[in-house]
């Protein structure tokens, strides 16, 4: 690769002599020749600027000189129409030039450029170079492309330009050491930050890898990496939302879907992106719609046996607004709702504006003054046994009752996101037993409870609207479940 290098400060970029780019010239990996702006003007003072046309402030390069600069570097006559023949045929030649006006230079610009056989840098000073030159060398067949390498302003192109060689250079077979490194880095091809990294000592001034992420001791390579792939995730929702908003469902798995819903970012079927999720206490104004939504979410979760009539009895008896305005007013009820963000209603297309999408309730067995449970709290079955709190003190049990979410948003991570909070909140209730019963038949919610960190502890009946249903029981200790997130 040739690279070319033209300004008024030739010194400016020796510092690419030092780093690996040096290496890689001295190799004959790179070609790179710095060129004296000056050497083209014409006059005593070698003058390269002069005042803009309108007034104002600063000075804008000459169109004149830059012009026998540029056709010399890139060995073209100065004839437009001559200079288009001999552009073409020869191998991919690219003007860069560096302003803060440009379109923003990224990896995938870096990863173009690396393409390239000949690249030429026009680094400017002031405020610029007359606009006539990108206009003729682009007119004359030549690619030319201005770019800027973020939202702030240098009084030069030649740092720019550095940056941009050296973001380039090493992408070059050969300048790299281990060619891995440019797969697995921050802005390559995964569309998420690197995750951060760690070396011995594993404990230093009181902070311990080994208990922070027990993982990456454990010599296990599939939950080392899925440990990184979700702190590279907690790492970019928390830094880059707007990368986030850019994946693409089709590189997401189940467990990314986990670690993003963990985050507050769900996938929607259908939706472009991920699209953000707020999980929130339910307070009284959602009553309406949550009976809407458990009406709505409740037949998905059932057996195909049951009809639909022995369905709508049980709605019609369970699933009342007298019920969820008690649970509302009940502490012992923990009543978390989902629904999508406002940016996310118009992105994701099909979700109406404030409709919820999913909810859980965790419903805490304690009774009241008059020595009642919970209304709608089901008997505790006997696979569930309740540990001590972690101070040693006696344990609480509390039924997961249960997590529901729109079938529009299935798979989408809102059911993970759901259920992180409902644990998160029994967590702080001071549960030691988190419990649910879900259809024995229904494979798709026991393994996201597994997922979640629920195990197996028997079954149990479960009447639907007059008929006998064989649950699933299932068991948690929210006071161990911080889990790998
Ligand atoms: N991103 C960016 C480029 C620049 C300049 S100033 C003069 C040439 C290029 N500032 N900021």
Redesign the pocket.
Known sequence: MRLDVITIFPDYLRALDLSLIGRAAGEGLIDLRVHDLRDWARDRHRTVDDTPLGGGAGMVMKPDVWGEALDEVLALPADAAAARESAAGRGRRVLV??????R??TQRTAEDLARADHLVFA??????IDARVAEHYRAAGIEVAE???????????????LVMIEAIARLRPGVLGNPDSVVEESHGASGLLEQEVYTRPVAWRGLDVSRAWPALLSGDHARVARQRRNRAIARTIARRPDMIERLRPDTLDAADRAALARGGWAVPDGAAGPVELVVRPAVGADLADLVDLAARTFPDACPSFLTAEQIARHVAAHLTPGRFARWLADPRAVVTVAALGRDAETRAGRVGASELIGYSAVLVERNDDDGAPPVGLDPRPEGVTVPPAPDGGAGLAAELSKVYVDARLRGSGAAAALLAGAVRDAAARGVTALWLGTDGANRRAQRAYRRAGFVGAGSRTYDVGGRTCRDIVMVLNPQEAAGEY
């Open positions: 030039v560096p302003t803060p006006a440009g923003v230079f680094c400017g000073r002031y405020e610029g770019l800027s390498i973020g939202d702030y302003v240098l009084s030069g192109g030649e740092a720019a330009a």
